[in-house]
C-alpha cells in the first residue's frame, strides 16, 4: 500500500492502540511502534466515563469490556476522619443519559482488550520492542527511525506517554513538571474487605494532605486502591515498590475501615506524579501529540485515559476527513489537519487539567476549610455535584 495511506503511531498505551483502531476503521493502515517486548500487567485501574467508553464501544470493544470492567453503582465521597459517607453519587444515570457505559477497569485489561483488537485487524501492524528513537518530517510526510529501521509514512502520531521520545525532538523545551505528590497503588481479592463488604462503587476518601480511591476491577474479582501523598520522592516510572510501612504509617489517623483497607494490601507500588503545562503540545508538521505525550495530568478528574481516547477519536476523523480514501496528501495539507485537530483538543484537555489540579487541592484541604468542603457538598447533593461534569460526560466527538 502507497506511503500515502500509512500512518505511524508511537507506543502501544490507551491512546496509542485507540488511535490505530480509530484510524483504521478509516480506512489508513496503520503501524504501532511500541518499545517494550511485550504489553505488560503493570498498573491498575482507570475510570472510563461515557465521553471514552462510546468511543470504545463504536469501535467494537464492548464485548471485550464486558467481560472484564466493572459498571460501579455510585461515587461516595467519605470524610477519613469520621468514616462517614459525605454524599454519595449514583452514577446510573450519567450512563443511561448517554447510552454508554462508565466503565472501571484494570489498565492491563483494558490494553489487553484493544490489543486483541488491533490483532484482528488487517489493515494495523503492532511492532513490540520497537522503540521510536528520532523523527524526520519531509516533503511527502516523515520517516520515523526505530528499533534499528527506518519507516515512512503519512504523519506521526506521538501516543509515547507523558516521557515521550517523539516530544523530545519535537518540543524538547516543554517537559512534565513534578507536582509534589506521589500516588501509591494496590490490589487486594475482593474477599478480603474488611468487614466482608461488597464493594460495588468507587469509593473517595478525603483527608488532610491525601486521599484513596477505591473501587472493584477485573470483574469484580479484585479491588484497587490508590492512595495519593505528599512527597518529595520523584523518580520516573510506574511501578517503583513502595514500603507498606510507610504508607500504613501516613494514613496512622484515619478511619479504622480506609486502615483496614490499606492494611490488608501486600504488594505497594508507587509513581510519582508529574504534569504537562496546561493546554498540552499538539503539532508540528507532520507530527500529532496524543494522550499523555500532550497532556499528561494529574489523576484527580480520573480523565488521563479519557482524553487520551477522545483525543485519538478527533485525530482520525480530522484526517479522514481531509485525506481520506481517494482524497490528497501534501505535506502542507496534512500540517493543516493536525494544526486543527490541536485547536479542537486543546481547550478541553486544558479545561480538564484544571480541573484535576483543583480537585487535587480540594481533596487535601484540612482542618476547617475540611468541614466547609464537606457542608457545602452535602448542601449541592448529588444531582448537582454530578451535573457540574456533564461538560466532560457528555462530550461528543
Ligand atoms: C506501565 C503503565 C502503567 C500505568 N498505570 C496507571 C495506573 O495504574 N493508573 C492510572 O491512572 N494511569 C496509569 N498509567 C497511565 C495511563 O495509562 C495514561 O495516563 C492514560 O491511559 C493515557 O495513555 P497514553 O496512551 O497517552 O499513554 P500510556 O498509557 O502511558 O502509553 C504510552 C506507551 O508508549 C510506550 N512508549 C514509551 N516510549 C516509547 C518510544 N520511544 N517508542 C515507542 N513506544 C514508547 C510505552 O511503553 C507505553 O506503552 C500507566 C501507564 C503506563 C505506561
Redesign the pocket.
Same mark, same amino acid.
Given at each position: 500500500m502507497a506511503v500515502s495511506r500509512t500512518i505511524i503511531v508511537?507506543? %502501544? *498505551? =490507551? &491512546? &496509542?492502540l485507540t488511535a490505530a483502531l480509530a484510524l483504521a476503521a478509516k480506512g489508513f493502515r496503520v503501524i504501532v511502534?511500541?518499545?517494550?517486548e511485550r504489553? #505488560?500487567e503493570?498498573? $491498575? *485501574? @482507570?475510570q472510563l466515563s461515557p465521553n471514552a467508553s462510546r468511543i470504545l464501544v463504536e469501535l467494537g470493544l464492548q464485548p471485550r469490556l464486558d467481560a472484564c470492567a466493572v459498571v460501579p453503582d455510585a461515587v461516595t465521597a467519605i470524610n477519613a476522619r469520621s468514616g462517614r459517607a459525605i454524599v454519595r453519587m449514583p452514577i446510573g444515570n450519567v450512563a443511561v443519559r448517554n447510552g454508554a457505559p462508565y466503565w472501571v477497569v484494570h489498565?492491563a485489561d483494558l490494553q489487553a482488550a484493544l490489543a486483541a483488537q488491533v490483532a484482528a485487524h488487517p489493515s494495523i501492524d503492532l511492532r513490540l520492542g520497537?522503540?521510536?528513537?528520532d523523527v524526520a518530517p519531509h516533503a511527502n510526510g516523515v520517516t520515523v527511525s $526505530?528499533g534499528g529501521g527506518q519507516e515512512p509514512g503519512l504523519a506521526l502520531i506521538s $501516543?509515547? *506517554? =507523558?516521557?515521550?521520545?517523539?516530544r523530545g525532538v519535537a518540543f524538547p523545551k516543554t517537559q512534565p513538571l513534578f507536582s509534589g505528590l506521589i500516588a501509591w497503588?494496590g490490589t487486594i481479592p475482593a474477599e478480603a474487605m474488611p468487614d466482608g463488604e461488597r464493594l460495588r462503587g468507587v469509593q473517595l476518601w478525603l483527608g488532610p494532605e491525601a486521599h484513596l480511591v477505591v473501587y472493584p476491577i477485573s470483574s469484580g474479582r479484585r479491588i484497587n486502591l490508590?492512595a495519593v501523598v505528599n512527597g518529595s520522592w520523584n523518580q520516573r516510572g510506574?511501578?517503583a515498590r513502595g514500603e507498606p510501612t510507610e504508607i500504613v504509617a501516613r494514613f496512622a489517623h484515619w478511619a479504622g475501615a480506609a486502615r483496614a483497607l490499606i492494611g490488608t494490601v501486600e504488594n505497594w507500588t508507587r509513581?510519582a506524579l508529574f504534569a504537562m503545562p496546561d493546554g498540552g503540545v499538539w503539532n508540528q508538521g507532520p507530527i500529532a501529540m @496524543?494522550? #499523555? %505525550?500532550s497532556h499528561?495530568m494529574l489523576?484527580f478528574a480520573a480523565q488521563? %485515559?479519557g482524553m487520551?481516547i477522545e483525543d485519538a477519536a478527533v485525530l482520525a476523523a480530522g484526517l479522514a476527513a481531509s485525506h481520506g480514501e481517494g482524497r490528497g496528501g501534501t505535506a502542507a495539507e496534512v500540517a493543516a489537519t493536525l494544526q486543527r485537530y490541536a485547536a479542537l483538543r486543546r481547550p478541553r484537555v486544558r479545561r480538564v487539567q484544571q480541573l484535576a489540579r483543583q480537585n487535587g487541592v480540594i481533596y487535601h484541604l484540612p482542618g476547617a476549610a475540611a468541614i466547609a468542603r464537606d457542608v457545602a457538598m452535602r448542601a449541592l447533593g448529588p444531582d448537582r455535584l454530578l451535573a457540574r461534569q456533564s461538560w466532560i460526560y457528555d462530550w461528543r466527538p
Open positions: 508511537a507506543g %502501544a *498505551g =490507551i &491512546g &496509542g511502534l511500541e518499545r517494550t504489553l #505488560d503493570v498498573g $491498575a *485501574g @482507570l489498565r520497537c522503540a521510536v528513537e $526505530a $501516543a509515547d *506517554g =507523558i516521557w515521550s521520545a517523539v497503588r490508590v510506574w511501578s509513581w @496524543l494522550g #499523555d %505525550a499528561g489523576p488521563g %485515559a487520551a
